[in-house]
């Protein structure tokens, strides 16, 4: 073989370890008893995996491949039904009633998993398992191989189980999610907007208190970052849907 094949194909060896190890793994793992479909929300300026939803049956996982300073959120949903053309609807998280959500936010309540994977000014993940919109599913993050100090992001309970009446959300008899309070009562004191729009003014309401009780490592309310946003610098996360409890 000629020399120069020797270096084009060095050169593409070393192409590849620089690409896959330059990539941000995300596993997706569905633990749950049913069939997950997780949405997919990027950030401005960013590509949507997967065009934004895909089927996860119980005991499947899969990989995303993201860049570095990728962001944006992961919800789980549950209780869909397509048709051959991607169209139909979901029980929570449903979006637009399209199987890949293609640029389109999930319905309330949905547990989000949110992440920024770096920026201009820090090399750091920041992410976190959110309520604040409510909740439809037990959800957790965990980076792999970040090494110390790297936090776990999670609600890992069944809010469900738990959900105040006021907040309950029912399909088909079932309780398949639970509001926050902001979704519920739709005012600026519980959704920390308008004149609460601030640590100071907005506070956490009976029902933030619950959520936080029960998930600690979550988002209870829309300023309760303190012991709800993680950092780490990992080269992949475990994202499980229904993590062991």
């Given at each position: ?219 209870s309310y829309a300023f309760d970052d303190a012991s709800s946003l993680k950092t780490c610098r990992a080269p992949r996360y475990l994202i499980t ?5």
């Open positions: 073989m000629p020399e120069s094949s020797n270096h084009f194909i060095i050169f593409l060896f070393f192409s590849c370890i620089f690409v896959s190890t330059d990539a941000i793994q995300l596993v997706l793992v569905n633990n749950c008893k049913e069939t997950i479909w997780p949405g997919i929300l990027a950030g401005a300026g960013h590509e949507t995996p997967r065009d934004g939803g895909f089927p996860l049956n119980c005991g499947e996982q899969t990989t995303l491949e993201l860049p570095e300073r990728w962001s944006g959120r992961i919800w789980p949903r549950q209780g869909c039904c397509f048709d051959e053309t991607g169209k139909g609807s979901c029980q929570t998280g449903d979006c637009s009633g399209l199987l890949q959500c293609q640029g389109v936010g999930g319905n309330p309540p949905a547990t989000l998993v949110e992440m920024t994977l770096g920026g201009p000014t820090s090399g750091l993940h920041y992410y976190d398992v959110s309520l604040v919109d409510g909740f439809n599913v037990p959800v957790s993050m965990v980076p792999i191989g970040g090494g110390v100090g790297c936090g776990v992001a999670a609600c890992e309970a069944d809010l469900n189980v738990c959900c105040p009446a006021a907040l309950v959300v029912k399909k088909e008899g079932k309780v398949v999610g639970c509001k926050s309070a902001c979704l519920a009562a739709k005012t600026d004191r519980y959704c920390c907007t308008g004149e609460f729009g601030d640590p100071k003014s907005c506070k956490p309401t009976i029902f933030a208190h619950l959520f936080k009780a029960i998930c600690p490592r979550a988002y849907f229904c993590p062991p409890n």
